[in-house]
């Protein structure tokens, strides 16, 4: 059983979508070290990014990401995705938080972003 939403959820729903993937794009291109996996890079160089869509936000590509995987099902009419999206969402960001603690230069890391 599916609900249907007034078109302006849709359309709602898909403006979000397009704000969502626009910062998560945002992010990669302002990040050269941008990875899906969380690690340094210490044969790049790597340093904590600061510029772009970082300068505002210090996971863009996770806020990005959760935008877009909460706008999705309100686009497309789906309580059942939207459901599925916020625990997508929830995962997210308990792996925001707690990522880096397993990372044995975690107190580094922490220590340059302020």
Not at 83 to 100: A, P
Request: charged share 10%.
């Amino acid at each position: 059983m599916s609900i249907e939403f007034p078109i302006g959820r849709h359309i709602i729903g898909m403006v979000f979508f397009f704000l969502g993937s626009m910062l998560f794009t945002w992010s990669m291109v302002s990040n050269k070290y941008f990875s899906t996996m969380v690690r340094i890079q210490d044969e790049l160089g790597h340093k904590v990014a600061d510029e772009g869509s970082y300068r505002f936000v210090r996971h863009p590509g996770y806020v990005g990401f959760i935008v877009m995987a909460l706008a999705t099902p309100i686009a497309l009419s789906s309580i059942h995705a939207l459901f599925l999206s916020i625990i997508v969402s929830i995962i997210f960001i308990i792996r925001n938080k707690y990522g880096y603690v397993f990372m044995p230069s975690f107190q580094e890391i922490n220590s340059q972003c302020v």
